[in-house]
């Protein structure tokens, strides 16, 4: 059954080319022209880049708007600022790590003791 799909599909190409073909042969120059002319225009449609980002404009306006509206009914004293800890430079460089740096080697060993005594106990 595949074989004389097939080869119903092959002859149907192959009518549709050949009257393609017959109907190019019987235009004249200026339609030529024409349609060469839109088939170059499509063609330079295709190899312009595209603009993904203009589709989450409207969406991005939105959020913006929601946000300006948060801003506005609730006011800026109501708004919930959240407090950051210290940052980790602050914390590597108070006194007390730079203390701890110094023994670094001490600690190291003090751990690798810790591991070793509990490999023991087992």
């Known amino acids: 059954m595949n074989e004389s799909n097939d080869k119903l599909d092959a002859r149907i190409t192959a009518d549709a080319k050949q009257a393609f073909d017959q109907s190019v042969d019987g235009l004249d120059a200026a339609t030529l022209s024409r349609l ?5 225009a499509a063609l330079e449609e295709l190899t312009k880049p595209t603009r993904h980002w203009l589709q989450w404009m409207p969406a991005t306006g939105l959020a913006a708007a929601v946000l300006l509206a948060v801003f506005a009914f609730r006011g800026p004293a109501e708004i919930d ?10 914390i590597l460089l108070s006194e007390e790590n730079i203390e701890m740096l110094e ?5 190291s060993w003090l751990v ?3 591991l070793e005594g509990d490999s023991d106990l087992g």
């Open 36 to 40: 060469n002319r839109a088939r170059q």
């Open 81 to 90: 600022v959240i407090n950051t800890p210290a940052s980790d430079l602050e």
């Open 103 to 107: 023994d670094l080697e001490f600690y």
């Open 112 to 114: 690798t003791q810790e």
